[in-house]
């Protein structure tokens, strides 16, 4: 689970999010705070704008449904 996405295992994304205000002391924006702490996500936020801007077309698949919930949840905050 830890490879997909840290978010995946309890209480991961309460206790990062309490973090990066406490460093920061900014709201950091949805998008930001999702792909921050997962590599795929950072490559897909990278690709995802080229592929579009060439036309091209994207399928992602998942083993876990929670995975996708939370591409969902990126997809809707860009």
Request: one cysteine or more; hydrophobic letters at 40%.
């Amino acid at each position: 689970k830890c490879c997909n996405h840290p978010f995946l295992l309890n209480g991961v994304e309460d206790d990062l999010r309490l973090q990066e205000s406490k460093d920061t002391g900014a709201k950091v924006s949805e998008g930001d705070f999702l792909v921050k702490f997962s590599g795929k996500l950072v490559l897909l936020d990278k690709l995802l704008p080229r592929l579009r801007d060439d036309g091209h077309r994207v399928l992602l698949f998942s083993q876990f449904k929670i995975m996708l919930d939370i591409i969902e949840d990126y997809l809707n905050v860009r």
